[in-house]
């Protein structure tokens, strides 16, 4: 996968920032994390901060577009390719990052924030956000030959709702909560199936 972002030198000012800002906003409790912190953590003023980052919100931005970059590649299915293994292991690939403690934490922070920022809403997703990407995976060539998906976006939205099921808001409000691995793949290997039953040509 290609970088979604051009990687700053390691002693960079703004990796110095981002590295404190993943330590302070992801990592530690949720009371400490404010930009007076990060600069604290960074040894930097806030006006060096605000610098490199124009707002908190393009900072947040900035993490959430390293958070998806770290997910990795997901390359369409090869013809002779098993669809349901394959499916199956992008699914529960997927939904193991986003559950992740760093995730949610991020995620936790993004909604919290939303009332301040309103721009958080209105801001565009990253490319190659989850549900982007298995929609991508769900169009490729060689499932829409074996398997009828009319909308590729929607089936994916699906897939991660017959998974996540009723952890999602455990793990929004719930400091330090888990999605057990066993749960995930239990889960997303029975998703996969009955979808795959549903959409067969």
């Given amino acids: 996968m290609q970088a979604l972002e051009e990687a700053a030198p390691a002693d960079s000012p703004r990796e110095r920032i981002l590295s404190a800002a993943r330590k302070i906003f992801l ?34 931005g900035a993490l959430l577009f390293e958070n998806v970059a770290d997910m990795g590649a997901f390359p369409p ?48 997703k990253p490319r190659g956000f989850p549900r982007e990407m298995l929609a991508n995976w769900l169009s490729s060539p060689v499932v ?17 709702g017959m ?8 793990l929004i409000v719930v400091n330090n909560a888990t999605m057990p691995q066993h749960q995930i793949e239990d889960r997303a290997r029975r998703a996969v199936k009955i979808f795959l039953r549903g959409v067969q040509r």
Avoid at 36 to 53: C, P
Avoid at 100 to 118: H, Q
């Fill in 27 to 60: 990592d530690g409790p949720p009371e400490q994390a404010t930009m007076d912190a990060v600069a604290h953590q960074a040894g930097m003023s806030k006006k060096t901060i605000y610098r490199e980052f124009k707002s908190q919100v393009e900072l947040l």
């Fill in 77 to 124: 299915p090869k013809q002779g390719d098993d669809i349901e293994l394959e499916l199956f292991g992008v699914l529960a690939r997927m939904v193991t990052h986003f559950t992740s403690p760093r995730s949610m934490a991020l995620a936790r922070l993004i909604i919290s924030e939303v009332r301040r920022y309103p721009e958080l809403m209105n801001a565009s």
């Fill in 144 to 160: 829409r030959a074996k398997y009828m998906i009319e909308d590729a976006d929607d089936a994916a939205a699906m897939l991660f």
């Fill in 163 to 170: 998974v996540m099921q009723d952890s999602g808001f455990k």
